[in-house]
């Protein structure tokens, strides 16, 4: 177990800064929403006016768009995004590291099996990804919540989150 404290420790300011971000990027668009719903007519008029082709490749459907569900599953693609990014660093970083590092025969020389040092980095990664939904979907939940205009299902909401 002190290999997956050790990971947890040696990344924490990366996942502190990447669950800043991913909190600080929904809470500013979160707060765009209300201008979209204010004078809906306009804004479709505008969105409207885009090709048909780019409005399905950025998922925009005029009709679910102005509801609260609608503008987060759109905000959510990009979210999706920055998480796999996270995830990719992290999942590349973890193991090269060691290797460029020149600390990979260090490690395992000591008396631990290499399937149990790549165990334990795999989960302290998987735990910081969780740790980072976790923060983003309270963050989420929360703007989502002092924003919408009218009440909303809380099981939709964390069930598109999820």
Wanted: charge should be positive; glycine fraction near 6%.
């Amino acid at each position: 177990m002190n290999i997956f404290w050790h990971e947890l420790r040696s990344n924490r300011t990366s996942l502190l800064i990447w669950s800043a971000s991913l909190a600080l990027l929904v809470i500013l668009f979160l707060n765009l929403y209300p201008s979209f719903t204010k004078d809906i007519d306009a804004s479709q008029k505008i969105l409207a006016n885009l090709p048909l082709a780019l409005r399905e490749a950025l998922g925009i459907s005029l009709g679910n768009f102005f509801t609260i569900f609608g503008f987060y599953s759109y905000l959510f693609t990009f979210v999706t995004l920055a998480g796999g990014i996270q995830a990719m660093n992290l999942g590349a970083g973890i193991i090269s590291k060691e290797n460029s590092g020149k600390t990979a025969d260090f490690l395992l020389a000591k008396p631990v099996g290499r399937s149990m040092v790549v165990t334990q980095k795999l989960l302290a990664a998987l735990t910081m990804l969780v740790v980072t939904n976790i923060i983003f979907a309270i963050t989420a939940f929360a703007t989502a919540t002092s924003v919408s205009t009218k009440g909303f299902d809380t099981m939709t909401f964390l069930l598109i989150t999820a």
